[in-house]
T-cell receptor, first 112, second 114 residues
Framework: AQSVTQLGSHVSVSEGALVLLRCNYS??????LFWYVQYPNQGLQLLLK??????LVKGINGFEAEFKKSETSFHLTKPSAHMSDAAEYFC??????????FGSGTKLNVKP | EAQVTQNPRYLITVTGKKLTVTCSQN?????MSWYRQDPGLGLRQIYY???????DKGDVPEGYKVSRKEKRNFPLILESPSPNQTSLYFC?????????????FGSGTRLTVV
């Protein structure tokens, strides 16, 4: 079975600083990769996804992620954090129909 | 507006009292799924449905039932709830399963079983 590892259950950055949330997966086949964001008391929203093609994927709210096959990673970045980015972020991996695995989540705190 | 609607948002119940959490989507999605979210464990799939009258177990199906009589609705049934089912539950739908499309999630149902 696939495993998805998000390094750091809590990440804290200052407003304006770089955001880096890490995600590694285990898969012997090229997966489909997703990042979701969950704001307090809300469901998960799709932030971005990698399926095929360009390995650098741009998503909503200025976030982007890069698929690195050699490192089996799909880290999420944003150059400058805003207070509104405070949320929990989930990495997810799909190997095929209904084989969809979530990481345990990373809570991002943005300090003023 | 395209959405997945869950009800209720919050529910406190007692052990053994049957309950149903409803889920409805207005996007004509074939695929629907239920997840539970627990701290440190991420989201774990309970049941999924690929279409009307087609359902199957996910990773943690014990203590839950589902049905899919109509395409838009996918209720989650707890016949005899227990305290270990206290959790945050999400319904999600997708046009063709998770491959390539990702999910649309409901806002969640926070269930407490005492």
């Amino acid at each position: 079975a696939q495993s998805v590892t998000q390094l750091g259950s809590h990440v804290s950055v200052s407003e304006g600083a770089l955001v880096l949330l890490r995600c590694n997966y285990s898969s012997s086949v090229p997966p489909y990769l997703f990042w979701y964001v969950q704001y307090p008391n809300q469901g998960l929203q799709l932030l971005l996804k990698y399926t095929t093609g360009a390995t650098l994927v741009k998503g909503i709210n200025g976030f982007e992620a890069e698929f690195k096959k050699s490192e089996t990673s799909f880290h999420l970045t944003k150059p400058s954090a805003h207070m509104s980015d405070a949320a929990e972020y989930f990495c997810a991996v799909s190997e095929g129909f209904n084989k969809f695995y979530f990481g345990s989540g990373t809570k991002l705190n943005v300090k003023p | 507006e395209a959405q997945v609607t869950q009800n209720p948002r919050y529910l406190i119940t007692v052990t053994g009292k049957k309950l149903t959490v409803t889920c409805s989507q207005n996007m004509n999605h074939e695929y629907m799924s239920w997840y539970r979210q627990d701290p440190g464990l991420g989201l774990r799939q309970i049941y999924y449905s690929m279409n009307v009258e087609v359902t199957d177990k996910g990773d943690v199906p014990e203590g839950y039932k589902v049905s899919r009589k109509e395409k838009r609705n996918f209720p989650l049934i707890l016949e005899s709830p227990s305290p270990n089912q206290t959790s945050l539950y999400f319904c999600a739908s997708s046009l063709q399963g998770s491959l390539d499309y990702g999910y649309t999630f409901g806002s969640g149902t926070r269930l407490t079983v005492v």
